[in-house]
């Protein structure tokens, strides 16, 4: 299987950018579509962002199109998530996962290996 860990999280003003990353060692990276999702205080779970195997699909949720961008670079087993006009709801531990099949980008259950998380606190 594959592990993962998050980096680049921290404290940052509403407006303001984070870059995170998600490092990927064990099986081969490039077999894995994966995505962002995110958990904030006292709410479940939810999807941010996909990126398929090779990176030449991408999805978003609604709240964050336009503002992310993920991306991945199989060279360097890392995946990415650059974020810009951050919102204090964009609050949240990020996580980053990988899946082994396909299905709906947005659906949790379809993410197979996750990290344990990087925190990203935005302040207004």
């Known amino acids: 299987q594959v592990q993962l860990v998050e980096s680049g999280g921290g404290l940052v003003q509403a407006g303001g950018s984070l870059r995170l990353s998600c490092a990927a060692s064990?099986?081969?990276?490039?077999?894995?579509?994966m995505g962002w999702l995110r958990q904030a205080p006292g709410k479940e779970r939810e999807f941010v962002a996909y990126?398929?195997?090779?990176?030449?699909?991408?999805s978003y949720a609604d709240s964050v199109k336009g503002r992310f961008t993920i991306s991945r670079d199989n060279a360097k087993n890392t995946m990415y998530l650059q974020m810009n006009s951050l919102k204090p709801e964009d609050t949240a531990v990020y996580y980053c996962?990988?899946?082994?099949?396909?299905?709906?980008?947005?659906?949790?259950?379809?993410?197979?290996?996750w990290g344990q998380g990087t925190q990203v606190t935005v302040s207004s």
């Open positions: 996962a990988a899946r082994v099949s396909g299905g709906a980008y947005s659906y949790l259950g379809n993410y197979n290996f």
């Open positions: 990126i398929s195997r090779s990176g030449g699909t991408t």
């Open positions: 064990g099986r081969t990276f490039s077999n894995y579509a």
